[in-house]
């Protein structure tokens, strides 16, 4: 039986909260935006620090290679 080439993409979904003070919602959302984005630029940090205990949700997709 000939083997067959599949690509599988995987996305891991992890969720956190901040508890955050701002005048409104989307100040608040822009400046923990701006922390996460500082944070994901220097590389030598693990992002698993930020997120909770909780397993990420996993989701596959599967599809043939064709080259």
């Known amino acids: ?13 992890f969720e956190t909260s901040m508890d955050h003070e701002q005048v409104n919602m989307e100040k608040a959302k822009q400046d923990v935006d701006r922390v996460l984005k500082g944070y994901l630029k220097n590389r030598k940090l693990n992002i698993l620090n930020l997120v909770d205990d909780k397993p990420p949700r996993i989701i596959y997709k599967v599809e043939k290679y064709d080259k």
Not at 1 to 13: E, F, G, N, S, T
């Open 1 to 13: 039986m000939k083997r067959k080439k599949y690509k599988v993409r995987i996305k891991l979904i």
